[in-house]
Structure formats: structure tokens, C-alpha cells
């Protein structure tokens, strides 16, 4: 499968901080990459479509100013997490859009775990 | 209604038993089908595709029916390592793709 590789983590931070995550496909271009976030005991949740070249689609409830994306390359992704508030403290993950056999799925990075105090 | 619903289980087995369990789905337009594995503070990965004529993959058994909208995954011979929870993940062209998740289907595997 493709890999995705994801930076930090880990974050520990104040409130009131800005959070940066950074989304890499590794062996691959993605034009296509998608935010989620999980709480415990939870299933994933969508947060938002990143688009090389152009800007995110936030899915409801979502605050697209607190969440900024940056999709400025084939490989990278960019979640930025502003103004961080302990209700925001989750495990974010990333995927890529890939092929598995002849069915278009995703491929997850390790995720980061935002931890805000 | 969720789009996808499964049995959170859990699932407590010995090692070598079978465990099988199922997933529901809301949207009949879905049409692509898998499972995924998630550890516990891991990212999920892809276990398999599930295809419409049902397939294998060593130990792992997976089938679709579309027309109750259900999917199933069987486990023979399990290994503490299968101790997992498994999602049931689905996607349409009409929701661009988008993957819907189950919360998950917890199963553990005692020696």
C-alpha cells in the first residue's frame, strides 16, 4: 500500500496556541488528501477535503478559520490548528486518495495527537 | 440513521476460534467496500476490499450482500495479533469519495 508519513506525532501545547500538521505522501502524488479527527471511542470524522492548487471543502460544522489547510503540493498537506483550546486536544489523522486493486480507497498517515492544556 | 453501523462489541475469543461479525450500511448507492484494522492509538490500515462475489485473504474472509446492504469479515484460526478493532468503511462516486466509517467492532483474542 501507499505510504503516508505525518509530522508531529505528538503535540503538547497551551491554550491559545497555533498547531501546524504536516501530511506527506511518500511514495506518491495526491492531489487529494483528507483531515480527520478522532475522540476516544469514536469512529472518524471527516473534517475536510484538501485539493492540490486550490482551496479545502470543510465538511459541516467545521470552522474553516480555526482549521486552515494548505494543500501546496502533490505531497504535502498542511493542517493548521489556530488558536488551540483544550476541546480541541483529539487524534488528528490524514489520508491519501490510492487505488487498492481495482477500488479507489485511502491511505492513512500515523496521525498526531494534539493534547492542548 | 449512521451511515455505517456495526456491533461494537467486544468480541472475547481464544486463540483458534472463528469470530465473525457484520456492518450495515445506509446508503444503497455505496460502492466500494473495505475493512480496516485500527490498534489501539494507531491509524487505521487497510485490511481488505470487499467485493461483491466475496474474497480471501489467508485467514480473513469478507462478503457483501447489497441487497440487505450488509457486510460481513470472518476471522478463522485467531491470533493475539487479530486482538484489533476493525471498521467498516464504505464509499460512493456520489459522495465523491468521501469514506463513511463505522465506530468499530472491537475484538480480542485471549491466549
Known amino acids: 500500500g501507499a505510504v503516508v508519513s505525518q509530522h508531529p506525532s505528538w503535540v503538547i501545547c497551551k491554550s491559545g496556541t497555533s498547531v501546524k500538521i504536516e501530511c506527506r505522501s511518500l511514495?506518491?502524488?495526491?492531489?487529494?488528501m483528507f483531515w480527520y479527527r478522532q475522540f476516544p471511542k469514536q469512529s472518524l470524522m471527516l473534517m475536510a477535503t484538501?485539493?492540490?492548487?486550490?482551496?479545502?471543502?470543510?465538511e459541516q460544522g467545521v470552522e474553516k478559520d480555526k482549521f486552515l489547510i494548505n494543500h501546496a503540493s502533490l505531497t504535502l498537506s498542511t493542517l493548521t490548528v489556530t488558536s488551540a483550546h483544550p476541546e480541541d486536544s483529539s487524534f488528528y489523522i490524514c489520508?491519501?486518495?490510492?487505488?487498492?486493486?481495482?477500488?479507489?480507497?485511502?491511505?492513512f498517515g500515523p496521525g498526531t495527537r494534539l493534547l492542548v492544556l | 440513521r449512521k451511515e455505517v453501523e456495526q456491533d461494537p462489541g467486544p468480541f472475547n475469543v481464544p486463540e483458534g476460534a472463528t469470530v465473525a461479525f457484520n456492518c450495515t450500511y445506509s446508503?444503497?448507492?455505496?460502492?466500494?467496500f473495505f475493512w480496516y484494522r485500527q490498534d489501539c492509538r494507531k491509524e487505521p490500515k487497510l485490511l481488505m476490499s470487499v467485493y461483491s462475489s466475496g474474497n480471501e485473504d489467508g485467514r480473513f474472509t469478507a462478503q457483501l450482500n447489497r441487497a440487505s446492504q450488509y457486510i460481513s469479515l470472518l476471522i478463522r484460526d485467531s491470533k493475539l495479533s487479530d486482538s484489533a478493532t476493525y471498521l467498516c468503511?464504505?464509499?460512493?462516486?456520489?459522495?465523491?469519495?468521501?469514506?463513511?466509517f463505522g465506530a468499530g467492532t472491537t475484538v480480542t483474542v485471549r491466549a
Open positions: 484538501s485539493n492540490e492548487g486550490s482551496k479545502a471543502t470543510y
Open positions: 446508503n444503497s448507492a455505496s460502492q466500494s
Open positions: 511514495d506518491f502524488q495526491a492531489t487529494t
Open positions: 489520508s491519501a486518495r490510492g487505488s487498492s486493486g481495482s477500488q479507489e480507497t485511502q491511505y
Open positions: 468503511v464504505v464509499n460512493s462516486l456520489l459522495n465523491d469519495y468521501k469514506l463513511s
